[in-house]
Nanobody, 124 residues
Framework: QVQLVETGGGLVQAGGSLRLSCLAS????????MGWFRQAPGKEREFVAA????????YYADSVKGRFTISRDNAKNTVYLQMNSLKPEDTAVYYCAAKAVGGPLVSGYENAYWGQGTQVTVSS
């Protein structure tokens, strides 16, 4: 069992930055691929970024490439999402998810562990 807690959301003006953190319980954090997803009001949840267990393989959605950076500190059981140059369309609830390593990083999170989400609001 893995419990995930996201922090770092908030209200920011367009062009600003936020850093989200996701702290995981348990002792085998490095055995999980970690993904960040988001869901805007009235829209389906979408993939944002993902990192392999080692952090050596990373993928981004095209919409955030060049603006967002995913990283992880396995010693701290934490994955981060640094979000720069934020746009109003980035407004959403952001979730982190953990799935056992193996398979593509960008999919297969249906049975993953999920956090409760943190709200990010970008004003224009």
């Amino acid at each position: 069992q893995v419990q995930l807690v996201e922090t770092g959301g908030g209200l920011v003006q367009a062009g600003g930055s936020l850093r989200l953190s996701c702290l995981a319980s348990g002792r085998t954090f490095s055995s999980y691929a970690m993904g960040w997803f988001r869901q805007a009001p009235g829209k389906e949840r979408e993939f944002v970024a993902a990192s392999s267990g080692s952090g050596l393989s990373i993928y981004y959605a095209d919409s955030v490439k060049g603006r967002f950076t995913i990283s992880r500190d396995n010693a701290k059981n934490t994955v981060y999402l640094q979000m720069n140059s934020l746009k109003p369309e980035d407004t959403a609830v952001y979730y982190c998810a953990a799935k056992a390593v193996g398979g593509p990083l960008v999919s297969g999170y249906e049975n993953a562990y999920w956090g409760q989400g943190t709200q990010v609001t970008v004003s224009s």
